[in-house]
């Protein structure tokens, strides 16, 4: 995994982004999207859509948003929305992918492009930056208050079938193929508490973002994270440790 980070960057921006609301129910709500598309919309016959409602609930989320969440995923009431992902790069060279569901490609579009255009960036074509990324799934296990040494979850790591672990004083990272996803998080949520699972883009290589440059980033990012539009931004940025 060219020893890519993904806490790194969880950590570094975790502050910013849940202290906006919005923030948590947008990411809900792609979770209940890509959950009741791949499963189906029933939570008792879709045990990947029960848990994540179960959070939704947790949220204190509006039933209407759980509505509109699954309605994206099953076209009701006229809804016929598109995945559609948008390639570019940011302030200081740092490739940037965007993951939106959309009704409307021309609004999307105009919006994304804006977005780029006003804060640094510029919006490529596609294929322009998608081929920097892999698809993975991402499981990350917080190390305080756990009592397992690196071995021991390296062994529980390869058991559960997964392809890589990374260690740091904080976290075990794990990524694994996207096909096994679910049976490596299953195996593992049976031993431990994940405080993240899911299919993620990971960079084959990051890019540090000097530090004059990182406030016109993190703006371009926050800027597409606003979106109505927009589920998820990936970016190859490796932010500098916060003193």
């Known amino acids: 995994m060219s020893g890519h980070s993904k806490w790194h960057n969880i950590q570094g921006r975790k502050n910013a982004q849940d202290a906006k609301r919005g923030k ?16 189906g919309p029933d939570p008792d016959a879709n045990p990947q859509l029960r848990l994540v409602m ?4 947790a949220a204190n989320m509006p039933k209407d948003n759980i509505k509109r969440a699954l309605d994206k995923a099953t076209g009701a009431n006229g809804a ?3 995945e559609i992902t948008y390639e570019g790069y940011g302030p ?23 977005d780029f255009n006003r804060n640094g960036g ?18 990350a296990i917080v190390r305080e208050d756990l009592d397992v ?12 079938g997964a392809e890589d672990l990374q260690t740091s004083d904080e976290v075990f990272e794990i ?12 195996a593992l949520q049976a031993k431990y508490d994940l405080y993240s699972a899911e299919i993620t883009m990971v960079p084959q290589n990051t890019v ?27 970016t190859s940025a490796e932010f500098p440790d916060e003193d």
């Open 149 to 160: 040494d690196e071995d021991q979850m390296f062994e529980d790591v390869i058991e559960a």
């Open 208 to 234: 540090p973002v000097p530090e004059d440059k990182v406030e016109q980033l993190q703006r371009l990012i926050d800027r597409l994270e606003d979106e109505d539009d927009v589920s998820e931004v990936f």
């Open 54 to 57: 179960e959070k939704a609930r």
């Open 175 to 186: 990524y694994t193929e996207p096909k096994i996803f679910e049976d490596v998080r299953d």
């Open 92 to 114: 200081a060279g740092v490739a940037i992918l965007v993951h939106a569901l959309t009704d409307n490609r021309n609004r999307t579009a105009s919006a994304v492009r804006t």
């Open 80 to 82: 016929n929305y598109e």
């Open 24 to 39: 948590i129910f947008q990411k809900i709500s792609r979770d209940l999207y890509m959950a009741a598309k791949s499963g």
């Open 122 to 139: 510029n919006l490529g074509e596609t294929g322009s930056v998608s081929f920097m990324f892999d698809r993975k799934g991402y499981i």
